[in-house]
């Protein structure tokens, strides 16, 4: 069935550093891409989408980029900050649900 | 994006016991979700909870252990069943809002239970 693959984490990064957090994923057909972001005792959040190949996502800086050739959704961003500490998943849309990644954690220091 | 009310946000419940968590929306959707969030672990969907018929479960979860309802477009409930301490977990309900493009869906709080 459709998947998505992302990086173990936890991640730790000071601030200001680049942030990569990879994403692939296993799906019949070209299915939306999504990444949500969990952070410290609140709910799940959309965080970006992409609905189709070479679709770019973005929002708060994060962006990610809908790669068909290598079914790959990475999440990046320029210059993270300590407010960007979280969960963040990897999901693609199957059916009308939406399949998620086991999520990476975030832990950017001052 | 709409407001999504689940009720408890959190419970301590005994082994055996059974509780019902309540979903409220706030906005017209046209499909609702129940996942659940292990301890340290990714969403896993147990089902799509239908407007006046039986939900639809995924593999691994079954009725008589998570029966739900949903009465109308915007109200749906989970009871999670004769519970043991396995089925502590944040239980998350999840919307698709009508007009709503790209396929995203929408988050409650969600409800975190422990089970002693």
């Known amino acids: 069935g459709d998947s998505v693959t992302q990086m173990e984490g936890p991640v730790t990064l000071s601030e200001e550093a680049f942030l990569t957090i990879n994403c692939t994923y296993t799906a019949t057909g070209y299915p939306s891409l999504f990444w949500y972001v969990q952070y410290p005792g609140e709910g799940l959040q959309l965080l970006l989408k992409a609905t189709k190949a070479d679709d770019k996502g973005s929002n708060k800086g994060f962006e990610a980029t809908y790669r068909k050739e290598t079914t790959s959704f990475h999440l990046e961003k320029g210059s993270v900050q300590v407010s960007d500490s979280a969960v963040y998943f990897c999901a693609l849309r199957s059916g009308y649900a939406l399949n998620f990644g086991k999520g990476t954690s975030l832990l950017v220091t001052p | 994006s709409a407001v999504i009310s689940q009720k408890p946000s959190r419970d301590i419940c005994q082994r055996g016991t059974s509780l019902t968590i309540q979903c409220q929306v706030d906005?017209?959707?046209?499909?609702m979700f129940w996942y659940r969030q292990q301890p340290g672990q990714s969403l896993t969907l147990i089902a799509t909870a239908n407007q006046g018929s039986e939900a639809t479960y995924e593999s691994g979860f079954v009725i008589d252990k998570f029966p739900i309802s949903r009465p109308n477009l915007t109200f749906s409930t989970l009871t999670v069943s004769n519970m043991s301490p396995e089925d502590s977990s944040i239980y998350l309900c999840?919307?698709?809002?009508?007009?709503?493009?790209?396929?995203?869906?929408?988050f409650g709080e969600g409800s975190r239970l422990t089970v002693l």
């Open positions: 999840s919307v698709k809002l009508a007009g709503g493009q790209g396929g995203e869906l929408f």
């Open positions: 906005s017209q959707v046209t499909m």
